[in-house]
Nanobody, 126 residues
Framework: QVQLVESGGGSVQAGGSLRLSCAAS????????MGWFRQAPGMEREGVAL????????YLADSVKGRFTISHDNANNMVFLQMNNLKPNDTGMYYC???????????????????WGQGTQVTVTS
């Protein structure tokens, strides 16, 4: 089992920045791909950013490219999401996830991930 705990959410005005953190514990060696999904009220969960833990290759949703960056700190079992130039449609619950499988082509496949955090709320006001 892998436990994931998110932090760093909050309310910010459009154009602002937030940095989300995800702390992983447990059998973290079993995780190959980690990242972030988000879900707005009434919407499906969508992939935001993924990273291969061992090699650092990243994948970003088109809607966040140029604004968001995903990174990892393997020594401390942490994954981060730096979000800049936030927009109102970035609002939602952000979930950290980890999976034993790969990242490639899984940005829109939340069912392929094995572990999920409880989420942290991000609200962007105009």
């Amino acid at each position: 089992q892998v436990q994931l705990v998110e932090s760093g959410g909050g309310s910010v005005q459009a154009g602002g920045s937030l940095r989300l953190s995800c702390a992983a514990s447990g059998y973290t060696y079993s995780a190959n791909c980690m990242g972030w999904f988000r879900q707005a009220p009434g919407m499906e969960r969508e992939g935001v950013a993924l990273i291969y833990i061992r090699v650092g290759t990243t994948y970003l949703a088109d809607s966040v490219k140029g604004r968001f960056t995903i990174s990892h700190d393997n020594a401390n079992n942490m994954v981060f999401l730096q979000m800049n130039n936030l927009k109102p449609n970035d609002t939602g619950m952000y979930y950290c996830t980890a999976g034993r499988g790969g990242c490639y082509s899984n940005l829109n496949r939340p069912g392929n991930f094995d572990y999920w955090g409880q989420g942290t709320q991000v609200t962007v006001t105009s």
